[in-house]
């Protein structure tokens, strides 16, 4: 499964590229709930970025939105680094007098939680762009690609597809779906395969393997398997338009949701000789079009996109 992936964040770029139009209205009302406090979304900081010098009254609206919520953030984790470092002197005190294992777990706790707020608040006053800006988990924000009304339209969506009509405890019951597998298409996916599909562009992405399954070994008597994050990046390197589902949730007395998940399917040989048994679908640039409109009756059409797919070689490395 795709377990997290560098996005194109920029919504600009997306505009200049895919000839897109933003949904403006979508976007504004993203950051007002998460600045209102009706959502806890987690949105890259690649994606606020991008309205860092609004050009028009409706992206100042959305900066405005940003900045409130930078405002209560920055009180909220300034009150705790306080706290953190009166509970830090507490237990220095306590552990000049005698050692004990109580004030040892408190300072080595509150000495991460004061590391943790301060590389938080360096990050909210951050103006200078870090890759890990518009790296995506299950969970996150990102701009998906679809098309309404014959036009192509960029759209925030989660990164953890919440099909309409299903109850929201879904999100729990199934956990994994932020990737939808090729072969479930028709099963779980039937709502939306043939209905509901964007496109997530990716340059690079991450999944979790066994050490083990990476050296191709078998693991020694005794020896305790270990998890490593890998990196997995196209050669040649270009940004991958990775096929997705998405739906629109809606329930009374609750804010609409649009979440996504990508497709993933077999993996090629050089991803499963790194340990993984799946990967993303990327397609080909001259198929964008014909994936974001779908034809329920005609199935064998997005099944011949998704096989006849964008194939580079993926090289991969530990992740930093």
Request: glycine fraction near 4%.
């Amino acid at each position: 499964m795709c377990y997290s992936a560098q996005i194109l964040a920029d919504y600009r770029k997306f505009v200049r590229t895919f000839g897109a139009i933003m949904d403006i209205s979508e976007f504004a009302r993203l950051f007002f709930e998460r600045a209102e406090g009706i959502s806890r979304a987690k949105i890259p900081k690649a994606m606020e970025d991008a309205f860092a010098e609004p050009q028009t009254d409706a992206e100042g609206a959305i900066k405005a939105f940003i900045d409130r919520f930078e405002v209560e953030q920055t009180s909220k984790l300034q009150q705790d680094l306080f706290a953190q470092r009166k509970r830090l002197a507490d237990a220095e005190r306590s552990l000049e007098t005698k050692v004990t294992k109580a004030a040892t777990e408190s300072k080595r706790i509150a000495t991460n939680k004061i590391e943790q707020a301060l590389g938080w608040l360096d990050d909210i006053r951050r103006t200078e762009p870090k890759p890990r800006d518009s790296r995506i988990f299950p969970g996150h924000y990102a701009p998906v690609l679809v098309i309404e009304d014959g036009q192509r339209v960029i759209k925030p969506m989660r990164y953890q597809c919440r099909i309409a009509g299903k109850p929201a405890n879904y999100d729990v019951k199934f956990p994994g779906t932020y990737n939808a597998r090729r072969d479930n298409l028709e099963g779980f996916w039937k709502p939306l395969f043939g209905y509901s599909h964007g496109i997530l562009v990716v340059s690079e992405f991450y999944e979790n393997v066994s050490r083990a399954k990476m050296e191709g070994r078998e693991l020694g008597p005794g020896e305790k398997d270990e998890n490593v994050v890998l990196q997995f990046d196209p050669n040649p390197p270009h940004d991958m338009l990775v096929a997705c589902l998405w739906s629109r949730w809606t329930s009374k007395g609750e804010p609409d949701l649009l979440s996504f998940a990508a497709i993933i399917d077999e993996p090629p040989p050089e991803v499963a000789a790194a340990g993984h048994d799946r990967c993303i679908i990327p397609i080909k640039a001259e198929y964008i079009d014909a994936w974001l409109s779908p034809n329920a009756s005609d199935l064998a059409k997005q099944y011949a996109i998704l096989d006849d797919r964008d194939r580079p070689y993926y090289e991969h490395r530990l992740a930093a």
